[in-house]
Structure formats: C-alpha cells, structure tokens
T-cell receptor, first 110, second 112 residues
Framework: GQNIDQPTEMTATEGAIVQINCTYQ??????LFWYQQHAGEAPTFLSY????GLEEKGRFSSFLSRSKGYSYLLLKELQMKDSASYLC???????????FGAGTTVTVRA | EAQVTQNPRYLITVTGKKLTVTCSQN?????MSWYRQDPGLGLRQIYY???????DKGDVPEGYKVSRKEKRNFPLILESPSPNQTSLYFC???????????FGDGTRLSIL
C-alpha cells in the first residue's frame, strides 16, 4: 500500500497551536484525508484535501502540497478534548484502496 | 440516524473456530471496507468492496474472507482464526473514494 509517514507523538499546552505533518508517495495519489480518533473510539472525519493549499474549518486547518507529497493538520487554540490520535490517510491509484499512517498521538496539557 | 453497525463488539475465542463479524450500514453507500488496528501499526486495510459482488484485497488480506451479497452488509469471515489475528477491527462505509468514511464502533477480537 501507500507509504504514509507521520510523527508518533506530540505534546502541547492548552491554548497553543500544534502542526502535525504527513508525507506520502506522490505516485497514484488522489486526495488526502485526516481523521481524529479518541482512545477506545472509532475514527471520525476531519478534512479532505485534493487541491493544493490550505482549507480551514474552525480551529482545525489542513494543508496539501501535491508536488511535495506533503500535508499538515493545524490545530489551533488547543483544548483538552483535542487529546487524541490524528490519522493521515490517502487513496492509492485505483481510488478505492485506502492507506493510513500509523497516527500521531497528541497530548494536550493544562 | 446514519450509522455503521458491527457485531459483536467483543469476542474471545479459540484458535481454529470459525467466526464472522457482521457489518451493516444504512446510508446506501456503495463502498465498504474492513480494517484492523494494532498498536504502532495504525489502521491497515483488509478487504474493501466497491459495490455488490465486487470485492478486492487490501494490504493484509491473508486469513480473512469477505462477501458483499447485499449493498448494506459486508461481513468479515475468519475461517480458521489464529492468535496473530487478535486485534481491533473496524468496518467503514462511504459514498465514494473522495468521500469521508463512516466507521463502526469496532470489534475487539481475542484469539487464544
């Protein structure tokens, strides 16, 4: 499957900003997803980028650069409830086979 | 309410005893998929289905079977479970490859 890399863990303080990077192989790429997963729960959809640039949704924004095989998820004004794992995922060439990164565990401290 | 329903939520069983994990969605989605999630490895796709009677292997299909006889159902079958299939399993559905996936609540399988 697609090789998708993201950091394992990040820690930040309540109210701060954290940026989670994701890199992937560019061949056969057709859009990239970000999901949030709280411990013991199912992943939930955060964002989908298919064109280059930044998409903002409230406190969360996602950026994509297709030529660089790079994306990031930006979490602003961090709250304790944002402590979770954040998963980067991309469709591969046939558009239906989906590969996930191993996830980045974000811990928000008071 | 739009949802993906998996059953059972938890199962402890023994090596070699066939089991089926059911998955049903009520959103009329064409695309369904099964994943397993293991610590440090993230979500890995087992099988996926693009429509009724159309299924294909994901990254880790060995030891698993699926079927898609109806649009709403996509069961995962372990014909002869082994301890290395102990994991957390998620079923998901979506309206297409560029649409968000809706995940079930997960099934925690322990194979002794």
């Amino acid at each position: 499957g697609q090789n998708i890399d993201q950091p394992t863990e990040m820690t930040a303080t309540e109210g701060a900003i954290v940026q989670i990077n994701c890199t992937y192989q560019t061949s056969g790429f057709n859009g990239l997803f970000w999901y949030q997963q709280h411990a013991g729960e199912a992943p939930t959809f955060l964002s989908y980028n298919v064109l280059d640039g930044l998409e903002e949704k409230g406190r969360f924004s996602s950026f994509l650069s297709r030529s660089k095989g790079y994306s990031y998820l930006l979490l602003k004004e961090l709250q304790m409830k944002d402590s979770a794992s954040y998963l980067c995922a991309g469709p591969v060439s046939n558009d239906y086979k989906l590969s996930f990164g191993a996830g980045t565990t974000v811990t928000v401290r008071a | 309410e739009a949802q993906v329903t998996q059953n059972p939520r938890y199962l402890i069983t023994v090596t070699g005893k066939k089991l089926t994990v059911t998955c049903s969605q009520n959103m009329n989605h064409e695309y369904m998929s099964w994943y397993r999630q293991d610590p440090g490895l993230g979500l890995r796709q087992i099988y996926y289905s693009m429509n009724v009677e159309v299924t294909d292997k994901g990254d880790v299909p060995e030891g698993y079977k699926v079927s898609r006889k109806e649009k709403r159902n996509f069961p995962l079958i372990l014909e002869s479970p082994s301890p290395n299939q102990t994991s957390l399993y998620f079923c998901a559905s979506s309206g297409g490859s560029n649409q968000p996936q809706h995940f079930g609540d997960g099934t925690r399988l322990s194979i002794l």
